[in-house]
């Protein structure tokens, strides 16, 4: 088996999103919420499904996958590779905006269902020293829970270090795989979740078309690409920083020399200077 890096947009989608595996998006909702007897999810309405086209172009970034459960509650599940400015605003807009389009104006608020935001990050956000972390809206001082709506979850990849021996919980399972399957040969023989057994098949680029390989190919070469620029775009403020230091010292150092009472030419050849610009100095 030849396993996908399951962070890749394209994947992300194909694994998550795909109509005829909903079992895949129903275990991964039910691990990482923590859904129990009669909250467990029992199928979903995919509202994003994959489609291979619109995978073409656009921002690698911000991937996510949409859904709504049996009993109209609304699911986020965002893969996001590199933070963003805003990080905390544009999650809380998002969310905010998924559960209030949920009614027309002048409908009555009891039909609006709750929606749970999972962001998958490969950054660290929160000081929750765990690689998962659940925000509500509590009251501060007894921790009560009256607006219970919105909740948002975090997984931060970075965080997660467990060996294939140490996972004790289908929540471990899941996150090892989207951290790690890239680098595995085979399904680890400790999976038995149908969902999770299914989202490694679907992983597996050996069961993947033509059109599918090339379109995450073409995903990773963006990927480099968006790298590059940003390495590039470092490079040259670097370099720039460097010198403008460099110049300030050495206008410093000429007009310590000026202040000596040196000759503005002895000035311009000590420090490199030119004439005009030790006269620029003696002006300022």
């Known amino acids: 088996m030849k396993f996908a890096d399951v962070t890749n947009d394209m994947a992300f989608r194909k694994i998550f999103g795909n109509e005829n595996r909903k079992e895949v998006l129903v275990s991964f909702l039910n691990a990482i919420l923590l859904f129990e007897n009669d909250r467990r999810i029992i199928t979903v309405d995919i509202l994003t499904p994959y489609q291979l086209p619109a995978l073409r172009g656009g921002k690698v970034t911000i991937v996510d996958v949409k859904a709504k459960d049996q009993n109209g509650r609304e699911y986020i599940v965002e893969m996001q590779v590199a933070e963003v400015d805003g990080f905390d605003k544009r999650v809380l807009y998002y969310a905010s905006k998924s559960y209030s389009s949920q009614i027309e104006r002048g409908d009555l608020y009891e039909k609006l269902h709750p929606t749970f935001f999972i962001g998958i990050l490969d950054f660290t956000v929160t000081q929750n020293t765990g690689y998962i972390s659940r925000h509500k809206i509590l009251d501060i001082e007894t921790g009560e829970n009256v607006i219970s709506d919105i909740e948002f979850n975090f997984i931060e990849l970075p965080k997660f270090n467990k060996k294939e021996s140490e996972l004790s919980t289908i929540i471990d399972q899941w996150v090892y795989f989207i951290k790690n399957a890239e680098n595995l040969e085979v399904i680890p023989a400790s999976v038995h979740d149908e ?36 390495s590039k775009a470092i490079k040259n403020a670097v370099t720039a920083a460097v010198k403008d230091a460099v110049t300030d010292n050495t206008k410093d150092i000429a007009g310590n020399l000026l202040k000596l009472g040196l000759a503005k030419e002895d000035v311009a050849r000590s420090t490199g200077l030119t004439v005009e610009e030790v006269e620029k100095l003696l002006r300022e």
């Open 195 to 230: 969902g999770l057994r299914s989202a490694y098949e679907d992983a597996d680029k050996h069961n993947w078309t033509k059109a599918e390989l090339d379109a995450y190919d073409y995903v990773l070469m963006r990927e480099q690409d968006d790298r590059g620029r940003m």
